[in-house]
């Protein structure tokens, strides 16, 4: 390709890009008007569609047209959603109205989830239908299903690399499958999540095919440049996501003479959102899979979505105009689906993803910064740090919502706050490299085994990878034969998830932590994971291991039953609602945690020993005696004993 014809099709991807066809204004109400002559499969006989259309389209044009100015585009917006809704099943329909008519319905203390990839779990989505009545037996009602979508094998970054989003991987089922299964939860009351991939395609995408062919209207739906230039300028002030393993923003394409923005990896392209097409056609795919009955949409990688010159590409404006949109466009069609948008971000700096109370966007995010806490707990048995940070998240309103986990699918990044640390002559470097040192157990009194993700040892950072058991010590000392250690590590692991279920928000436990599920070190004989040490903690689930947890005195029966027995105090307490009033107290015991939880009805106090040494939590709540409600003593809530690694979830009636 010359110089002549890589110009002109750079010129026709920046034209296609910045100046889509502009119809005649078209008045909003003329708008409805035309979207109601559109009865074109199930006429809207009770006017639902037209009522919440009415309710939400001023906003919803006046964002869309401050950030396209296209009224043609936005036209064709409402003619789709209107659509989607006819297309939706009247099941679904009826479940929209039922939530609707309850809004919190997420936000109760009897919500618990579990987060699994399909095929680790069983094998594909009729497998995981055959295995809804172990879940139930878990208590869970919301399952988050990881990745599915068609990704390439061996370029798949987990399945977040989409090819098709209306195509299931083949070795896990079919939509059809899809559906059925959200059916089969719907009836056990179970709620279903998935991710939704918005910044990025696979560069097997369809779109990515033919912008390689230097199709000027694909084109404009990736970020391209002929030369260098730009993409330089971007790299000088956008950070670098895996400066390891995929270096730079930008991947060269020698077949036609151009670069292309890659923000993750060189075979996920950047959609430009610029483009109302690639708007539009996103939220067509948003529908389309909410129409097959997910409740649940995860947004990936939300902070990500725009990019512009001059910035970091980080959390600009314009990405949440579009996520109010997805919010507005969700109340119109599918009500019933909540957005969790995972922010990977400090909680202040998270908030601004919940919007406002008069213009919500996501209705959930991640509680990420809680979670790398604790195990920097864990590490240096300080609960100071989590004790503040605890304090910040609790300090929100109420009407936020937070996802709650120990473990997930993905690394422990040390995004501490450092500033506050310094206080204690904790410097950053040197505490990433210890934490990452007490928890691959390089040291010969630490009990944790991980592995490392990310290594740069140029700038002494790297991520964390292992499941609960194994960085609590279940591992180590079971290999050793240790059955003191593995006693002592076990009441860890259930020290932990009591404090995570008595957080505020909705717990998520990961697939295998209910029965101890130890690393799994088969992903380095696998070419295609080798390069990836997540996949140490997402190994298949061992079915082999699971009837043991009808047998009291092993791992899985022990973990089994005092999480089934937390899960059903939290359920059945109106205290671990998330209205309730939530703060920490002191302790007098720097590795000692305690925090309140209070509403009308009931008083808790759970208190957490973080030290490998029986404790005393000097605390004085002189008002009344409290029931342990594990262990069911009842005891006064002054100076309590508690054991090393140990709990107690003391609650008392008003």
């Known amino acids: 390709m010359n110089q002549r014809e890589r110009k002109k099709r750079t010129v026709k991807a920046e034209t296609v890009a910045k100046t889509v066809p502009t119809a005649k204004e078209i ?98 989505m009729k497998g995981v239908e055959s295995k809804l009545d172990y879940l139930e037996k878990n208590n869970v009602n919301y399952i988050h299903l990881m990745p599915f979508l ?21 070795n896990l089922g079919t939509m059809d499958d899809l559906e059925a299964l959200a059916g089969a939860c719907h009836k056990k009351g179970i709620s279903l999540c998935m991710d939704f991939v918005m910044n990025h395609t696979s560069e097997d995408h369809e779109w990515a095919k033919k912008a390689r062919q230097g199709d000027g209207e694909y084109m404009s739906r990736y970020f391209f440049y002929d030369n260098s230039y730009i993409p330089s300028l971007y790299e000088k002030t956008v950070p670098q996501v895996f400066p390891t393993t995929a270096p730079g923003n930008f991947t060269w394409l020698p077949e036609i003479g151009h670069y292309v923005m890659t923000t993750f990896y060189p075979y996920q392209w950047d959609l430009n959102y610029g483009n109302p097409r690639v708007f539009n056609e996103m939220m067509y795919n948003f529908l389309f899979l909410a129409n097959k009955g997910i409740d649940v949409i995860r947004i990936d990688a939300v902070p990500y979505i725009w990019k512009e010159l001059n910035t970091p590409c980080r959390n600009l404006p314009q990405v949440h105009t579009i996520v109010r949109m997805m919010r507005l466009i969700s109340e119109i069609v599918c009500p019933g689906v909540i957005l969790l948008g995972e922010v990977v971000m400090e909680p202040e700096k998270v908030v601004p993803y919940f919007g406002t109370v008069e213009k919500p966007e996501c209705h959930m995010l991640y509680n990420v910064t809680t979670m790398a806490t604790t195990w920097h707990t864990v590490a240096t048995r300080d609960v100071r740090l989590l004790k503040k940070q605890l304090d910040i998240v609790n300090g929100l309103p109420k009407d936020y919502v937070f996802l709650n986990y120990l473990r997930c699918h993905d690394d422990i990044g040390w995004g501490l706050d450092y500033d506050f640390l310094k206080n204690f002559s904790i410097d ?31 700038l002494g950072d790297a991520r964390l990878c292992g499941t609960t058991a194994s960085l609590c010590g279940i591992e180590k000392y079971g290999f050793e034969g240790n059955v003191v250690g593995v006693d002592r590590s076990v009441r860890y692991d259930i020290t932990l998830h009591a404090f995570m279920l008595s957080q505020s928000g909705i717990p998520v436990i990961y697939s295998g932590d209910e029965i101890g599920q130890v690393n799994d070190y088969s992903y380095k004989d696998d070419p295609d994971k080798a390069v990836d040490s997540r996949y140490l903690h997402r190994g298949e689930f061992n079915w082999s291991l699971a009837p043991n947890r009808n047998i009291a005195d092993t791992v899985q029966g022990k973990l089994f039953h005092a999480l089934d027995h937390l899960e059903h105090i939290r359920s059945s307490h109106s205290v671990f609602d998330t209205t309730a009033d939530l703060r920490t107290i002191d302790t007098w015991d720097s590795s000692i945690l305690a925090i309140v939880r209070e509403n009308a009805e009931e008083k808790f106090i759970g208190i957490y020993n973080f030290s490998d040494q029986d404790k005393v939590a000097w605390i004085n709540e002189d008002d009344g005696i409290y029931t342990d409600l594990i262990s069911g003593h009842e005891m006064e809530a002054k100076g309590v004993m508690i054991p090393a690694f140990g709990c107690f979830w003391l609650c008392r009636k008003k």
């Open 27 to 124: 008045k909003t109400e003329k708008i409805v008007s035309a979207v109601k002559e559109k009865k074109a499969v199930k006429p809207d006989t009770q006017g639902i569609f037209d009522n919440r259309m009415a309710r939400k389209i001023d906003e919803l044009r006046w964002l869309y047209m401050e950030l396209y100015g296209n009224d043609s585009m936005f036209f064709e917006l409402c003619d789709q959603l209107h659509r989607f809704y006819e297309e939706r099943s009247s099941t679904l329909k009826a479940l929209d109205q039922k939530r609707e008519a309850d809004p919190g319905w997420y936000k109760k203390n009897d919500m618990l989830g579990m987060m699994f990839y399909i095929d680790n779990f069983a094998g594909n």
């Open 150 to 170: 068609d990704t390439p094998k061996g370029r798949s970054d987990g399945g977040y690399a989409v090819a098709d989003f209306r195509k299931v991987q083949e």
């Open 428 to 458: 950053e470097v040197s505490h990433k490299k210890f934490l990452n040192d007490f928890f691959t157990g390089k040291y010969p009194d630490t009990f944790g085994r991980g592995e490392l993700y990310n290594d740069d040892p140029r």
